[in-house]
């Protein structure tokens, strides 16, 4: 059976679309084949005009903002995440909101329109949850995560103090 490796994008300028990942959202370049890029988050930019040459030449393989597809990042601090996109000027989807699973997120346009969402780590919104007086039934049933998966959290944050 196939084996999922990375996802692919494909984009007009790549030192615009690296700026964008590496310099806005701090990933690591891997590998650099000049038309091809590829992220240690496993992830890589495509060059438009190689890609579509590999694909027989001629064919759009993106279209604008087709909002069917986008890459997903955690980050702790998106307050200040969303400063620094908001300062670049980068195009937002949306701003910091909550989901119905109480993990706040982002939404913003990569240069070439993909949606790029970076949302808090599961084990942040069950320790905010916690600090919000919630019995950890309760934040287990508000944030869709399994019981064991709030009390393994729990349990590793007491043993990362000490007990």
Request: a negative charge; one cysteine or more; aromatic letters at 10%.
């Given at each position: 059976m196939p084996k999922y490796v990375a996802a692919l994008i494909v984009v007009e300028d790549m030192a615009r679309a690296r700026g964008f990942y590496e310099g806005l959202l701090g990933q690591a370049v891997e590998y650099d084949f000049g038309e091809n890029v590829s992220f240690a988050g496993g992830f890589s930019l495509h060059l438009r005009s190689h890609y579509e040459g590999l694909l027989g030449g001629g064919r759009q393989t993106v279209s604008g903002r087709l909002h069917d597809f986008?890459?997903?990042f955690e980050a702790v601090e998106l307050e200040d995440l969303?400063?620094?996109l908001m300062a670049a000027g980068v195009d937002f989807v949306h701003g910091l909101v909550a989901q119905p699973w109480q993990q706040r997120c982002l939404r913003v346009y990569d240069p070439d329109?993909?949606?790029?969402?970076?949302g808090e780590p599961m084990d942040a919104v069950v320790w905010r949850l916690l600090g919000e007086g919630l019995a950890p039934a309760e934040v287990s049933r508000r944030c869709s995560m399994p019981l064991e998966f709030?009390?393994?959290v729990i349990r590793e944050r007491?043993?990362?103090a000490g007990g």
């Amino acid at each position: 059976m196939p084996k999922y490796v990375a996802a692919l994008i494909v984009v007009e300028d790549m030192a615009r679309a690296r700026g964008f990942y590496e310099g806005l959202l701090g990933q690591a370049v891997e590998y650099d084949f000049g038309e091809n890029v590829s992220f240690a988050g496993g992830f890589s930019l495509h060059l438009r005009s190689h890609y579509e040459g590999l694909l027989g030449g001629g064919r759009q393989t993106v279209s604008g903002r087709l909002h069917d597809f986008e890459l997903y990042f955690e980050a702790v601090e998106l307050e200040d995440l969303e400063a620094r996109l908001m300062a670049a000027g980068v195009d937002f989807v949306h701003g910091l909101v909550a989901q119905p699973w109480q993990q706040r997120c982002l939404r913003v346009y990569d240069p070439d329109g993909h949606v790029v969402e970076v949302g808090e780590p599961m084990d942040a919104v069950v320790w905010r949850l916690l600090g919000e007086g919630l019995a950890p039934a309760e934040v287990s049933r508000r944030c869709s995560m399994p019981l064991e998966f709030v009390e393994a959290v729990i349990r590793e944050r007491e043993a990362a103090a000490g007990g």
